[in-house]
């Protein structure tokens, strides 16, 4: 069993920045691949980025490239987004999620994750 626990979420104003964490349960974190999601009220959720276990493969959305960054810390079992140039439409639910059964990839759709945290609130006003 994995346990995911985000934070770093907030309130921010438009062109600001956050940072989300999410910190994994388990002794073999480093074997994860680890991918971030959002939903937005009335929205279906939706994949933002993803990393593999070394960060040899990452994927972003279309929506957040060039703004957002993933990176993992495996010393510290935990994933995290950068997130810069923060716009309205950015305004969600942030989930992180691990796949443990295959670490080299980068998954981009959420059928392909097992474990999901519970998500942080990011707001961003205009």
């Known amino acids: 069993q994995v346990q995911l626990v985000e934070s770093g979420g907030g309130l921010v104003q438009t062109g600001g920045s956050l940072r989300l964490s999410c910190a994994a349960s388990?002794?073999?974190?480093?074997?994860?691949?680890m991918g971030w999601f959002r939903q937005a009220p009335g929205k279906e959720r939706e994949f933002v980025a993803a990393?593999?276990?070394?960060?040899?493969?990452?994927n972003y959305a279309n929506s957040v490239k060039g703004r957002f960054t993933i990176s993992r810390d495996n010393a510290k079992n935990t994933v995290y987004l950068q997130m810069n140039s923060l716009k309205p439409e950015d305004t969600a639910v942030y989930y992180c999620?691990?796949?443990?059964?295959?670490?080299?990839?980068?998954?981009?759709?959420?059928?392909?994750?097992?474990?999901w945290g519970q998500g942080t609130q990011v707001t961003v006003s205009s």
């Open positions: 999620a691990a796949k443990t059964t295959s670490r080299f990839i980068a998954p981009m759709t959420n059928r392909e994750y097992e474990y």
């Open positions: 388990g002794r073999t974190f480093s074997s994860y691949a």
């Open positions: 990393i593999s276990w070394n960060g040899g493969s990452i």
